[in-house]
């Protein structure tokens, strides 16, 4: 166990009501980035608190009226999965920029220069994000976050993410896996099966036409057939 004075407080509201558990910070870190940790292996010390910093600890009736158990490993995995974990100053940081990495990876893949028609590299993404002075949320989604960056970026940079319709007609023998790669990366619109092929009408952003025509080409070995409608 890691002991309480470097331990961080992950809290949770329920009911009215705030519950604190002390945890490993760096453990917690790794947690949230989706590393297979039991919660008892981060836990500092085995008690639930109303308030850490003041030692008030949490009664068994608050407990059940708030939780519906005084099971403590029950309460802290709660709280860790589902309440706020304060995380260090340097650990914010480093979230922050892993987040900021992210959505740039997304937006460079999904927008376009629309004087140029050609992406954005990300290392550009980024370096308009920080003139922009764009600041991310370290834990919500990347993708619900892309909105709001390009808002600020495209102030700086000329971009947009344009939407195109293309057919897709795959042979028979590669569609299977094609198809799982297609779902992960696009929006199929229509699919139709045949004998010899599966045709699919999708819709993808502009900026990732060439990384799914490389992903296609190399499952097919080449013999992937695309349109692009008007």
Same mark, same amino acid.
């Given at each position: 166990?890691?002991?309480?004075?470097?331990?961080?407080?992950?809290?949770?509201?329920?009911?009215?009501?705030?519950?604190?558990?002390?945890?490993? +910070? $760096?453990?917690?870190?790794?947690?949230?980035?989706?590393?297979?940790?039991?919660?008892?292996?981060?836990?500092?010390?085995?008690?639930?608190?109303?308030?850490?910093?003041?030692?008030?600890?949490?009664?068994?009736?608050?407990?059940? &009226?708030?939780?519906?158990?005084?099971?403590?490993?029950?309460?802290? !995995?709660?709280?860790?999965? &589902?309440?706020?974990?304060?995380?260090? /100053?340097?650990?914010?940081?480093?979230? @922050?920029?892993? &987040?900021?990495?992210?959505?740039?990876?997304?937006?460079?893949?999904?927008?376009?220069?629309?004087? /140029?028609?050609?992406? !954005?590299? !990300?290392?550009?993404?980024?370096?308009?994000?920080?003139?922009? !002075?764009?600041?991310?949320?370290?834990? &919500?989604?990347?993708?619900?976050?892309?909105?709001?960056?390009?808002?600020?970026?495209?102030?700086?940079? +000329?971009? @947009?993410?344009?939407?195109?319709?293309?057919?897709?007609?795959?042979?028979?023998?590669?569609?299977?896996?094609?198809? @799982?790669?297609?779902?992960?990366?696009?929006?199929?619109?229509?699919?139709?099966?045949?004998? $010899?092929?599966?045709?699919?009408?999708?819709?993808?952003?502009?900026?990732?036409?060439?990384?799914?025509?490389?992903?296609?080409?190399?499952? /097919?070995?080449? @013999?992937?057939?695309?349109? /692009?409608?008007?």
């Amino acid at each position: 166990m890691v002991s309480i004075e470097k331990a961080v407080i992950a809290r949770i509201s329920k009911r009215g009501e705030v519950f604190e558990i002390l945890i490993d +910070p $760096d453990k917690a870190l790794q947690f949230k980035r989706g590393a297979d940790i039991n919660i008892e292996n981060m836990l500092a010390t085995r008690e639930i608190f109303k308030n850490s910093k003041k030692g008030e600890r949490a009664s068994s009736s608050e407990l059940e &009226k708030s939780f519906n158990t005084t099971d403590f490993m029950k309460i802290a !995995h709660e709280i860790v999965n &589902k309440g706020e974990i304060q995380f260090t /100053t340097e650990q914010r940081r480093k979230l @922050s920029e892993e &987040k900021k990495r992210e959505i740039a990876e997304i937006i460079s893949k999904q927008s376009i220069n629309p004087k /140029t028609k050609l992406p !954005h590299p !990300h290392l550009r993404i980024l370096n308009a994000m920080e003139e922009a !002075h764009v600041s991310v949320e370290p834990f &919500k989604n990347a993708k619900d976050q892309i909105e709001s960056v390009l808002s600020k970026i495209e102030k700086i940079i +000329p971009i @947009s993410i344009e939407k195109i319709e293309i057919v897709l007609r795959v042979p028979m023998q590669y569609a299977g896996k094609a198809g @799982s790669v297609i779902r992960n990366m696009v929006i199929i619109k229509k699919e139709e099966w045949k004998s $010899d092929v599966w045709i699919a009408i999708v819709e993808v952003s502009a900026g990732m036409q060439s990384e799914l025509y490389e992903r296609l080409n190399d499952i /097919t070995k080449g @013999s992937v057939e695309v349109k /692009t409608l008007k």
